[in-house]
């Protein structure tokens, strides 16, 4: 991912409430494409390990209504 450009997931769909993220200036950021003023920045290595402990579960936990 290179671009500028904000991109959402596939699995988003239409939908206009959906996380974003795009790389610029050596960055990954991150925002709610419905508050777009609030974003999150962090490094590609750290967002790797992040998306590492996603994809093995570490937070489901979270995805859930108690």
């Given at each position: 991912?290179n671009s500028?450009?904000?991109?959402?997931?596939s699995?988003s769909?239409?939908?206009?409430?959906?996380?974003?993220i795009?790389?610029?200036?050596?960055?990954v950021?991150?925002?709610?494409?419905?508050?777009?003023?609030?974003?999150?920045?962090?490094?590609?290595?750290?967002?790797?390990d992040?998306?590492?402990?996603?994809?093995?579960?570490e937070?489901?936990?979270?995805?859930?209504?108690?």
């Open positions: 991912m500028t450009e904000w991109q959402k997931s699995f769909e239409a939908a206009n409430n959906c996380v974003e795009r790389a610029l200036d050596g960055l950021e991150l925002r709610e494409s419905d508050e777009g003023d609030v974003i999150v920045r962090t490094t590609r290595l750290k967002l790797a992040f998306l590492r402990g996603a994809k093995a579960g937070f489901d936990h979270l995805t859930t209504v108690p």
